[in-house]
């Protein structure tokens, strides 16, 4: 075999070289640029739905680190653009892995808006970075200047500014999105001339690959959030066995409210120190109520043309018990018990919620009495009586929706729990007191109990959460049911509504 017929034999052996459009698609400036301007464009859009809000400014703050890592050594600008990236994807990262815990909520409130305001700096200073370093290149290359990198850093501070202010406006944000559009493609056509006018990279030297590194941050991101999600989801109970012996005054009290109607199952549950509260009382005013927690079944009754859809609730699993005592002592003074009991076997897979609205919320017949709210959660496994205090139990101020009206601040009781996954009767109790101003105006307390029923959330919400997003009736996850102690006082007397 002669020299010409080998080398001929190792022509034939190589693979064919791809087309030329397709060796300057991955240039190493090309490529760098791409993660670049597509990193860009995902951290600046918001699309409220599928979590796309958390998987595209993910997305989107790793093709940046990506795109600034290969250019880190090009020139000081780019290197600052680096670290920006870098540490922007430091903070960012733990912000999406508690989503996969119930501190989402106590994380954000705890951070913003400083986190806020340091994400927004980068963000600016990447921009910022991102132009100068062009600038840069251009003038060491000596070519002609675009405008579109100073142009993608005004468009920033001006939606900075936007959000300042608080804008809401639609035709105004829809010409800045063609804008930001048409910035990128002007970024990505600017990559391509500086290519075909001789600009080449030498991307910066790295021990560890883009893959390698990708693929470590994810996976590390994954194994967080599913230690979030394991051992996070639930509220830290302190349950206790229940042992507690009533004091001789706490169980002459005891007697006297059920001798006045105080329904038996609930009053077991008191505590000796709600119970003492009671002592000598004069009357009491009780409401029962079973609620559904399950989908129950479709009836369809046809009459005639007409058909009737309803939903018939063969279960319910929930016993609520509503309880006013009136007091000794000048003036009407009532505590008002709200009391909650699982009849049914049930799945607490997270987080529960009690949201009390107190007779004094809506009405200027009367007042708190300005004691501390009062209560516990208990369940029995294996012949024993376990006790707990809530989690929280709390006043909590916020804005409320309402169709009739509007929005209004309002403060209401809640109360946050958990129980444990083998628990039987699970049930507990809030209690508040109140004091007539005006003997005209009705009772009206109600409790929103929220009960999470499956694990299918991402991110994670507390039931809480849930109650306070506005949302009402059953959802994928939570479901809600409610009942109201409403009576009028005629002669001293309650006579319900």
């Given at each position: 075999?002669?020299d010409r017929d080998f080398d001929k034999l190792m022509e034939e052996a190589l693979p064919e070289l791809p087309p030329d459009d ?150 105004f944000a829809i010409a800045l999105l063609a804008c930001y559009i048409l910035i990128l493609r002007c970024l990505s056509a600017l990559s391509k001339d500086m290519e075909e ?301």
């Open positions: 075999m002669t397709v060796v300057a698609e991955i240039t190493p400036w090309r490529r760098a640029m791409g993660y670049i301007i597509g990193g860009s464009g995902l951290c600046s859009i918001t699309l409220n739905f599928l979590n796309l809000n958390l998987l595209l400014p993910l997305i989107g703050v790793l093709c940046q680190l990506l795109g600034f890592r290969a250019l880190r050594r090009e020139n000081r600008w780019f290197g600052l653009c680096w670290w920006c990236a870098a540490i922007r994807c430091a903070l960012f990262l733990p912000t999406v892995a508690v989503d996969a815990t119930i501190y989402r909520g106590a994380f954000m409130a705890a951070l913003s808006p400083g986190l806020s305001y340091v994400l927004t700096g980068l963000n600016l200073l990447i921009y910022f970075g991102l132009w100068r370093g062009i600038r840069a290149v251009e003038d060491k290359w000596q070519l002609e200047r675009s405008s579109a990198p100073g142009a993608l850093l005004v468009w920033d501070l001006i939606m900075l500014g936007l959000a300042v202010i608080q804008y809401t406006g639609w035709l006018h001789g600009y080449a990279l030498t991307p910066a030297p790295v021990r560890v690959s883009d893959g390698v590194l990708i693929r470590a941050i994810v996976f590390s991101l994954l194994a967080v959030m599913a230690l979030g999600f394991l051992f996070c989801r639930r509220y830290p109970m302190d349950w206790q066995p229940e042992h507690t012996v009533l004091s001789a005054e706490a169980q002459a009290s005891r007697e006297n409210l059920l001798a006045l109607g105080y329904p038996e199952q609930a009053l077991a549950d008191l505590t000796e120190e709600d119970l003492l509260s009671c002592a000598g009382a004069l009357q009491v005013a009780v409401h029962e109520a079973d609620e559904a927690m399950n989908d129950g079944r479709e009836v369809r009754s046809t009459y005639g043309n007409y058909t009737q859809i309803t939903t018939v609730y063969d279960v319910k699993e929930l016993h609520l018990t509503d309880t006013a005592v009136q007091l000794p002592g000048d003036g009407d003074h009532w505590l008002v018990f709200h009391h909650f009991r699982w009849t049914q076997d049930a799945r607490f897979p997270g987080t529960e919620d009690l949201q009390i609205w107190p007779a004094f919320r809506d009405s200027e017949g009367w007042r708190s009495d300005g004691g501390e709210y009062t209560g516990r959660v208990l369940y029995d496994r294996d012949g024993t009586t376990y006790s707990a205090p809530y989690y929280a139990l709390e006043e909590q101020s916020y804005t409320a929706q309402s169709p009739f009206f509007g929005s209004q601040n309002v403060s209401d009781i809640f109360a946050d729990f958990s129980m444990p996954r083998r628990s039987e009767n699970q049930r507990g109790y809030v209690s508040y007191g109140m004091i007539a101003i005006d003997d005209d105006y009705v009772v009206s307390s109600w409790i929103n109990y929220t009960h999470q029923d499956s694990l299918i959330q991402f991110p994670i919400y507390t039931a809480r959460e849930q109650r306070l997003s506005g949302s009402w009736g059953r959802s994928v996850t939570f479901r809600l049911a409610q009942n109201a102690l409403q009576f009028w006082l005629v002669d001293g007397k309650p006579a319900w509504v």
